[in-house]
């Protein structure tokens, strides 16, 4: 399972590590990084959920517990820190290794198309390399000025929905999710925002909910891990709600019925992009006559496709 990649501000050579006859080996930001990309390494950490190595998700658990922005200047990177900061990032360290929990849950905050999202064991973390798409308003397959409908299938913490009200602001998206917690979290990520009248939550079971409604953008994210694969991922992944991960024998239970249901909720000209990940190739063996375009990415990730709705059957 690939990741939109979060880019560590640690740039040039590997922090300067902690001295063991240092009295003071970790008292600022850079020596922090350093002695926490050093206990992930020793530890084998995986890495999957925003960052793809231990500098980068020390980086993201220090400036974030330090709430320090990632490109933060040199200056702020060598301050020293008083014994409380100290205390509250080696004891978040030391969570990441024992516990297993991604960092996005210890912080409580994870970042997606650039903007902030609070988070938690409600909802996945938000690392879709369709991030990247939405930033490019899904040029070239659609003119942004004729984006007046989204709909974001499979929410969770809302933030395919308010990325494209920020990449779109002529349209109106609806977040649809079948769990009511995950809405809650939507919700207040929607508020924090201040996109509550553009963004609505809807309880859907995918278009249950949506009789008649049409859009110029569906974009979903849903559940595509097989069952023998989801078995076997690594603990970080075990955090998050299975419901949003796990999805039958080859991960495209949720996928079909998108598939089948998408056509009669695109206007014409309208796009569908859904993210299938590891179910790539049993998607394309299950539906070899579609013309599925697969996008590339320049951050990273892979596994999502798009179908314009003259392409859909």
Not at 32 to 39: E, F, H, Q, V
Request: with cysteine.
């Amino acid at each position: 399972m690939k990741s939109t990649r979060i880019r560590s501000p640690v740039t040039g050579p590997w922090p300067e590590l902690p001295s063991a006859r240092s009295s003071n080996p970790a008292n600022t930001p850079r020596r922090l990084i350093g002695k926490a990309a050093l206990r992930f390494r020793k530890a084998g950490l995986h890495y999957g959920h925003g960052t793809d190595n231990a500098l980068d998700e020390a980086a993201w658990l220090v400036l974030g517990s330090l709430h320090l922005p990632f490109d933060c200047p040199d200056a702020d990177l060598e301050r020293r820190l008083d014994s409380g900061q100290i205390s509250k990032v080696e004891t978040l360290i030391e969570r990441r290794v024992r516990e297993r929990r991604p960092v996005a849950y210890l912080l409580g905050t994870a970042w997606f198309a650039g903007l902030e999202f609070k988070v938690d064991e409600r909802v996945l973390v938000p690392r879709s390399p369709m991030a990247e798409l939405i930033e490019e308003r899904c040029a070239p397959w659609l003119n942004e000025n004729s984006v007046r409908r989204v709909l974001d299938i499979g929410t969770g913490s809302g933030c395919i929905a308010i990325a494209c009200a920020f990449a779109f602001p002529g349209a109106e998206v609806d977040a649809v999710d079948i769990s009511a917690e995950a809405l809650e979290v939507a919700g207040e990520n929607v508020g924090m925002h201040g996109l509550a009248r553009r963004v609505r939550c809807i309880a859907s079971d995918l278009f249950a909910a949506l009789p008649g409604e049409t859009y110029d953008l569906i974009l979903a994210n849903p559940p595509y891990v097989s069952a023998a694969e989801y078995a076997n991922l690594p603990a970080e992944y075990h955090y998050e709600p299975a419901a949003g991960l796990e999805a039958g024998a080859d991960g495209l239970d949720v996928v079909r019925r998108i598939l089948a249901q998408a056509p009669a909720h695109l206007n014409a000209g309208g796009v569908l992009v859904v993210e299938v990940g590891s179910a790539r190739e049993a998607l394309v063996a299950a539906y070899p006559d579609l013309p599925f375009t697969w996008l590339e990415f320049e951050r990273g990730g892979e596994g999502v496709f798009l179908l314009q709705r003259g392409e859909l059957p």
